[in-house]
Nanobody
């Protein structure tokens, strides 16, 4: 019923920028809390940025001032603008979102992860 699909990953050089998108498809009513995580090779998954339903944001110290999380007003698409990228940002980036969707006439809550998108930064 609900699917999250990330896009926008790719390969860039040191200092470059990328914009990741996370689209919620299905009978979506809202995308309330959303977050971006990443998993670098040999490392555990870590929270990169989060945005809650009140518009409050939270960033990992390593990306503060470089990354910006945002969401469309229709709350079906989220973004992660990544600037001044470094090789340490190389990872698979995952979108996670919580919101509401319509299912058989009822309002249900979803809690979903996307499949991930690769970001590679070369020095």
């Amino acid at each position: 019923q609900v699917e999250l699909v990330e896009s926008g990953g790719g390969s860039v050089q040191f200092g470059g920028s990328l914009r990741l998108s996370c689209v919620a498809s299905g009978t979506i009513v809202s995308m309330d809390d959303m977050a971006w995580y990443r998993r670098a090779p040999g490392k555990q998954r870590e929270l990169v940025a989060a945005l809650n339903g009140r518009g409050e944001t939270n960033y990992a110290d390593s990306v503060k001032g470089r990354f910006t999380i945002s969401r469309d007003n229709n709350r079906r698409r989220g973004y992660l603008q990544m600037n001044r990228l470094t090789p340490e940002d190389t990872a698979v980036y995952y979108c996670h979102a919580v919101g509401d969707y319509q299912y058989l006439g009822d309002l249900e809550e979803y809690d979903h992860w996307g499949q991930g998108t690769q970001v590679t930064v070369s020095s």
